[in-house]
């Protein structure tokens, strides 16, 4: 990210539309906390949508506070403070991390050091903050943030945090333990200091098992069972975000696809799409407040009202924006609508370049499925297209690897039929990282070496295409990546040495008495016990496993 200039808490206050601001008396203080900046943070939809149903609770309330721009924490040496109270947040009652990325689990640790709160759960007393932790990337393997964190809560936070609040404040702030017990027995809660993990000579985890007669041995995922019945919009409007004075709206959540590589279709599994009717009236919420509707989910064109919503933001002077879409849910309306609101560019993942290794991946997409998008994009004026790839998905061949310039060529032909003239298109390439709770699980993240060969070769291929570009991850954050995703509670005292080391991974990583290879290069075996099996995300090992061999052969 570039980096950007550090503005003060009252500019930033001054600029928001939807803040809310409450008196302490008598009202549970909860810090929401961002592990990144602050234009990362107001960017997330979940990160507003809980910001916003703390809020409404009257005897609850709730500040924020983000990771400070690079620089200003480092000027000013002060305590960080809460976004609208400007209070330091050693004083609130509960600090709670919202954590979508596991390459955020580092900026957790850097914001409660500033904070001046101890980093280990165990060095804090009853005078500091419980720190609480949700979202996706805890949901789906929260161990190397356990010597860190008080609480988890896994799955959907909206109702769990709810009930926690509820024994947080029976119990007293001053009886942590005692509600820690308690929570424990909530569905969807995980206090991880009730639990012991042990390992065997080869440092495989042999057993987790549960500590207390309160906290069960398997830990329930969370889910709403209507997403339309609970608030789903854009809190705060700001233009210092990555959609400027933008309304959000969810449609729908989860994924009715089965990439095998996505950890979407197993957290929030059922797939659930929110009624016309409420997105209308969201819409309507919105346009009073911004021209610009950002329509949020993971699979937009799947829901049965896309169209219908579409049209009605357009045809009451609106504009929709979308950050990607499913090259198989293009048709001729729907690229009539995106090019009314101004659209000029399309985002579409096609993950691979062969359909054989989409076949692999279960992407489920063809060749001509994503011609017949671009060609139907390119006709309705969208002349421009963002595609995504993964590079080192398993059974990945050289022909794979020159399937990516391939396919962008035969795209750029598509695009131009008739003589039309194109704009440019853009590969952005993204090494694999095995996620939990994915038949991909098993696999191990490719050398870091091989990747950049790969990179080399696609780069090379991609010059030759006029206006063609190509933009990557570096495959170093990518190994990063799926340590934090693979690894289990002794990786946070890789997460304590990087932190000591201001960052510095490859020393820290050097320094490390483990050898952090274990969980990155290392294939796992069939009957492995994973750090994250005590969850139960409602779906079988065996069932993917039986995936995993299915693909790999």
């Not at 065997?200 to 889910?223: H, M």
């Amino acid at each position: 990210m570039t980096e950007r200039t550090a503005l003060s808490h009252s500019h930033l206050l001054a600029q928001e539309e939807g803040t809310v601001r409450k008196e302490w008396g008598g009202k549970t203080p909860i810090c929401l906390v961002f592990p990144n900046t602050y234009h990362v943070g107001m960017s997330n939809l979940g990160f507003q949508l809980l910001y916003g149903i703390l809020n409404a609770l009257p005897d609850v309330v709730c500040e924020r506070a983000f990771l400070p721009e690079k620089g200003g924490y480092e000027k000013s040496r002060r305590q960080l403070r809460s976004l609208e109270s400007n209070k330091p947040l050693s004083e609130f009652q509960i600090i709670a991390f919202s954590i979508p990325f596991e390459n955020d689990f580092l900026n957790c640790l850097s914001i409660l050091e500033m904070a001046r709160i101890p980093l280990r759960s165990e060095a804090r007393d009853q005078r500091s903050p419980l720190v609480v932790a949700g979202g996706a990337a805890v949901t789906l393997n929260p161990e190397p943030l356990t010597p860190f964190v008080d609480l988890f809560f896994i799955g959907e936070g909206e109702e769990s945090f709810l009930d926690f609040l509820m024994v947080f404040q029976d119990a007293g702030e001053k009886n942590k333990e005692g509600c820690l017990k308690e929570a424990a027995g909530i569905e969807g809660i995980y206090c991880p200091a009730l639990y012991e993990a042990s390992y065997d000579e080869r440092g495989l985890l042999v057993e987790f098992a549960p500590l207390s007669n309160t906290a069960p041995a398997r830990v329930k995922r969370r889910w709403v069972k209507d997403p339309t019945l609970t608030p789903s919009t854009t809190t705060i409007l700001t233009p210092q975000t990555e959609f400027k004075e933008m309304f959000l709206m969810e449609l729908n959540r989860g994924c009715p696809h089965r990439c095998r590589f996505c950890a979407t279709r197993t957290i929030y599994r059922p797939f659930r799409n929110r009624k016309i009717k409420t997105l209308i009236n969201e819409a309507d919420q919105g346009l009073q407040r911004a021209k610009r509707i950002g329509l949020v989910g993971s699979a937009l064109g799947d829901h049965p009202g896309f169209n219908a919503l579409c049209a009605h933001i357009v045809g009451n002077g609106g504009l929709i924006s979308i950050a990607s879409i499913r090259a198989d849910s293009i048709t001729p309306e729907r690229a009539q609508l995106l090019a009314a609101s101004n659209h000029r560019t399309v985002t579409m993942a096609p993950e691979a370049g062969t359909e054989r290794l989409r076949a692999v991946a279960a992407k489920g997409l063809k060749d001509e499925e994503i011609f017949y998008a671009a060609e139907t994009l390119a006709a309705h004026g969208i002349i421009n297209l963002k595609l995504y790839f993964i590079i080192g998905l398993p059974t990945e061949t050289p022909g794979d690897i020159e399937g990516f310039c391939t396919l962008t060529k035969r795209i750029k032909h598509h695009m131009g039929k008739g003589g039309r003239s194109i704009g440019e298109v853009t590969l952005s390439i993204t090494p694999f990282v095995p996620k939990a709770w994915t038949p991909f699980q098993w696999q191990p993240f490719e050398a870091i070496k091989t990747l950049k060969k790969k990179i080399r070769t696609i780069k090379k291929g991609v010059g030759k295409i006029p206006r063609a570009r190509l933009i990557h991850d570096l495959p170093k954050w990518g190994y990063v990546q799926t340590l934090l995703a693979m690894g289990d509670r002794r990786v946070g005292d890789i997460l304590l040495r990087v932190h000591e080391a201001n960052g510095d991974w490859g020393a820290a990583l050097k320094s490390s008495y483990i050898n952090p290879d274990f969980w990155v290069y290392r294939e796992k075996g069939e009957q492995e016990t994973f750090s994250w099996d005590f969850i139960d995300h409602g779906i079988t090992k065996g069932d993917l496993w039986e995936e995993y061999k299915e693909a790999v052969g």
